[in-house]
């Protein structure tokens, strides 16, 4: 018996593949070439906003009387500078600064909620019916109609978007989690655990989340781009951050009065705004496929 | 001294949307240490759900409602979640049917065997380990110490299966539940999990209640054997008599079943019929409409189990009360040949 042992062992190692779960995926990641040009626009983009003070020659508030609406390629200002005088370089750095510190922060607390409700509703039956009608509720409303209720509420500042948008990413999270949830629960293993004594507390965090998360990490990821441009877009209506933040829907908003004179004003911060947004779906788009065991690349 | 385990009057029901039917009816048997019993029967004649009531591991629509379950002597029936998750793992333990879902895939197997471990017996990680490397050599895994580093997907499915084994058996409990742990497996594993089950029954002095539908693995392992239809128990008797001498004539009819290797021009036999669902309420015996031997009173009266001479065996069948009673043979043999040539 032991040598039959031996050879069934042996077939089994030499068939698997050696790679742990995250350099496979990782792997599968890279050989997508979209996917790699966006992990390579993030990574400049978080180098840029970690270095940004020792990167600008100018700060971002930093008036020049003397050099209003220079063009881009100008000497010193190579972004060209806006109607008061600022660099756009500068102001294009520590903008990104912003875009993904709410980025990062609002899928953060999206996530945090939309998972303990996707956890609660998947696993508990009685509490489903509850939370996922409370979920329906905040579908119901146009995301950004939603936000723009929620800074009405609470005032115009960059923080209460932050809150407004963390709300709306809610729903979404809680519904993908506890789709998959109800489908883990469901496999043997969670009825092995209990049978070996296991609490709900414990089969639900530590063993029913890490199986979640493929999804999640799909969802944060896409969601930072939409998380982005709704803070774009709500600094651009006047509802998120204001005049003389950095943030770069709020500089769209002061350039297009300029559009006819000094384009650069308005284009720039709408191409930043336009190749993170890009990058992140990407990535995420790259992420699901790699992740998504059906799919043999 | 007293039974391991006594099962008395359980009956187990379920609610659906429509009405609440009857799973399990009245199921009644006692295991001693060191035991194996076989529970028999079709898909859908109650033995999974009887053992997972053991467990306290119903469906949520599912609950017992009536009788008793006792564990040396304590009562299951009725204790709380809390109560009975210090039993689960602990005095009870299960193997599962697929040890290809039974593990987590996300973790090692090492830390899955651990997990009984920390949670009854709250070793340390370290203590931990060594008592889960422990258990692999036990039920024969080569290089247990590599081993317990691999994930599921890393280890065949007869590997798999003794990793169940070894988180099931962790805590060394008094009673062991298999539901159908060799169905899934090749033959030539299936004969590997048996010994070495049947090696650490000797070794832990449990009990085990090994459910399955395969006749050829219960004549492996049991000593009792308890056959199953449609929720009810129709036959309890040891393992060789019921082999050599089977009463029922559901129990015939399994046996004969079994195809036979030598014999190449033998034609399959089967039962006629398909085991009535839940729902269907059946008057008399609820074998009748498929048994080629029933009579006007199986119609209208359903049998009581009726002890067959010893202990701890019993038929439920009309037949047999003729037999004690008239003392009339009834030509038993031939009765499923007779219904398919019709």
Not at chain 1, 15 to 43: M, P, S, W
Not at chain 2, 107 to 133: D, W
Not at chain 2, 176 to 204: C, G, H, S
Request: with cysteine; proline share 5%; net charge negative.
């Amino acid at each position: 018996m032991s040598t039959d042992l031996a050879i069934e062992t042996n077939s089994s190692n030499s068939e698997k593949k050696k790679d742990g779960f995250i350099v496979e995926t990782v792997k599968k990641l890279v050989q997508n070439k979209l996917a790699v040009i966006g992990l390579v626009i993030i990574f400049i983009q978080v180098v840029l906003a970690i270095s940004a003070p020792f990167i600008v020659s100018y700060g971002p508030y930093e008036q020049d009387p003397t050099a209003t609406y220079l063009g881009v390629g100008s000497e010193g200002h190579f972004l060209g500078t806006d109607n008061y005088g600022r660099d756009m370089w500068s102001r294009i750095v520590y903008g990104s600064r912003i875009s993904l510190i709410v980025g990062v922060s609002t899928v953060a607390i999206g996530l945090l909620g939309g998972i303990t409700l996707g956890l609660l509703a998947g696993y508990f039956k009685k509490l489903d019916a509850i939370i996922m009608r409370i979920v329906d509720l905040l579908f119901a409303f146009p995301g950004i109609l939603l936000a723009m209720l929620i800074i009405a509420m609470l005032g115009t500042s960059l923080v209460n978007v932050v809150i407004a948008i963390s709300i709306w990413s809610i729903p979404g999270c809680a519904r993908i989690v506890r789709g998959s949830v109800l489908s883990v629960k469901k496999q043997e293993y969670v009825m092995a655990l209990r049978s070996v004594g296991a609490g709900n507390t414990r089969i639900l965090l530590k063993h029913i989340l890490p199986n979640c998360t493929a999804p999640i990490i799909v969802f944060a990821t896409t969601r930072m781009a939409t998380a982005i441009l709704s803070t774009a877009s709500l600094s651009y209506l006047g509802l998120g951050a204001q005049p003389p933040t950095p943030e770069w829907g709020a500089m769209i908003a002061a350039g297009q009065n300029f559009m006819w004179d000094a384009p650069h004003m308005a284009v720039i911060p709408g191409v930043a705004i336009m190749l993170t947004v890009f990058a992140f779906n990407v990535v995420g788009d790259g992420l699901r496929d790699a992740l998504d065991p059906n799919m043999n690349v | 001294m007293g039974n391991l385990l006594e099962v008395n009057d359980l009956t187990i029901k379920f609610r659906t949307a429509k009405a609440t039917s009857t799973a399990v009816r009245n199921v009644s048997f006692s295991l001693e240490a060191g035991e194996t019993l076989c529970i028999v029967g079709e898909s859908g004649s109650g033995k999974s759900i009887t053992s997972l009531s053991l467990m306290g591991l119903l469906p949520e629509n599912g609950e017992v409602s009536n009788g008793s379950i006792r564990l040396n002597g304590e009562e299951l029936v009725g204790k709380t979640e809390e109560e009975l998750r210090k039993i689960r793992g602990n005095e009870i333990s299960m193997i599962f049917q697929e040890p290809m879902t039974a593990l987590n895939p996300v973790f090692t197997v090492g830390y899955q065997i651990q997990e009984p471990l920390r949670i009854h017996k709250r070793m340390s990680k370290q203590e931990a380990t060594v008592k889960s490397v422990e258990l692999l050599k036990q039920v024969g895994i080569p290089n247990p110490k590599e081993k317990i580093h691999q994930y599921p997907h890393e280890l065949s499915g007869g590997m798999r299966q003794r990793v169940m084994i070894a988180m099931a058996l962790a805590c060394e409990p008094s009673l062991l539940i298999a539901d159908e742990p060799t169905t899934a497996l090749d033959v030539t594993i299936q004969a590997q999990i048996l010994d070495i089950m049947d090696d650490l029954k000797e070794e832990f002095g449990m009990g085990v209640v090994f459910v399955t539908h395969d006749m050829g693995v219960v004549a492996e392992i049991a000593d009792r054997v308890m056959v199953m239809y449609a929720g009810d128990v129709i036959e309890v008797n040891d393992v060789q008599t019921l082999f050599e001498d089977p009463k029922h004539p559901y129990t015939k009819g399994l046996l004969g079943a079994v195809p036979n290797v030598d014999d190449e021009t033998q034609e399959m036999k089967v039962i006629p019929g398909s085991m009535p669902s839940m729902e269907d309420d059946i008057p008399g015996c609820r074998f009748h409409p498929r048994c080629p031997m029933a009579m006007d009173i199986c119609k209208e009266k359903k049998p009581a189990l009726i002890d067959v001479g010893k202990e701890n065996a019993a038929v439920r069948c009309w037949l047999q009360e003729v037999d004690t009673n008239a003392d009339t043979t009834i030509a038993a043999s031939g009765g499923f040949e007779n219904v398919l040539s019709d």
